[in-house]
């Protein structure tokens, strides 16, 4: 899933954001809760979060961890025995300059039985980004 669209706040306040994965309760329709699990303190690389989402019916839990954050890209990866679930989202000006242009793409890879549902899942994961990506401009329009 792949999802490009501008929002109205310059990107240092979009990227401070969505770094911490506990925001996804807001923007992720799927996400019923995320809860830091590392403790308190700066979110930084190596923070992790529980995140419980409901998928088209089912719940799933990933344990996710910031695995990479510059001025302009965050990278959380989540696992289970089942998938891993890599989100990259990537935040620079915006072409006229008075916001973000923002690039969300989730990379769920599913290991084992689970790769049987890999074609469904896929149609399932188009519906939900442009949920998402509808939720997270919402969001993020009211940060400005």
Request: contains cysteine; negative net charge; aromatic residues 6%.
């Amino acid at each position: 899933m792949n999802r490009t669209f501008d929002v109205h706040p310059q990107p240092s306040v979009v990227i401070d954001y969505l770094k911490d994965f506990s925001n996804a309760e807001e923007w992720d329709p799927g996400t019923e809760s995320c809860t830091r699990t590392d403790g308190s303190g700066p979110v930084q690389v190596g923070s992790t979060w529980h995140n419980v989402s409901k998928i088209a019916g089912v719940s799933t839990e990933l344990d996710y961890t910031l695995e990479s954050l510059t001025a302009d890209t965050i990278v959380l990866v989540g696992r289970n025995d089942s998938a891993t679930s890599t989100d990259t989202i990537t935040v620079v000006p915006s072409p006229d300059g008075a916001g973000s242009r923002v690039t969300y793409e989730a990379n769920i890879e599913m290991k084992g039985a689970a790769k049987l549902a890999d074609p469904i899942m896929k149609i399932v994961f188009e519906k939900i980004g442009s949920d998402t990506e509808d939720d997270m401009t919402t969001v993020l329009n009211r940060l400005a």
